[in-house]
């Protein structure tokens, strides 16, 4: 069936991405910020995190830290220490965290370069649009990211999942 084939397709070119997305990731070693957010899966998503709070200009309490990636308040503490020490995390108000503008602007636009340039090497895209077009599924994070209905990433975490 047509409809497997290109859902195989599309498992295949998210696979080849990520491993992609990983090569880079890890050999971007080049100063301390991205040595630390390398260094773990777990501290990656937080500087993802943190970015997505940078630009929403909303920060997030170590509560809601700890749900969002899934560990202990205790982990979410010493990370969020880490980074506020070095500068690339700063308190919003005393309860609350996002990522300074620096580490925004700076850390991670190298990285949307680099980013880009992986999505240009592979089929993801183009795979995923006739997986979707072939079963007319919309992804549901697309409002999520529209400026004007900025939504928390927790709330999108919350939603029932799909089934595809």
Known sequence: EMTTDLRQLYARELCAFQLKVYQFHTSRS????????SSTSLKWQLGNLMVVASIDNQGYTITEISKILCCSRQQATRMIDDCVEEGWVVNVDKLSYKGSDTFRDTTMGEYLDAYLTVLET?????????????????????????????????DELQKPKQNV
Do not use: L
């Not at 077009?133 to 549901?140: A, G, K, M, Q």
């Open 30 to 37: 080049h100063d301390k910020c991205c040595r630390y957010f």
């Open 122 to 154: 592979t089929s993801v895209i183009k795979a995923g649009r006739s997986y979707r077009d072939s079963i007319d599924v919309t992804p549901s994070s697309v409002e999520v990211y529209q400026p004007d209905q900025a939504q928390r990433m927790n």
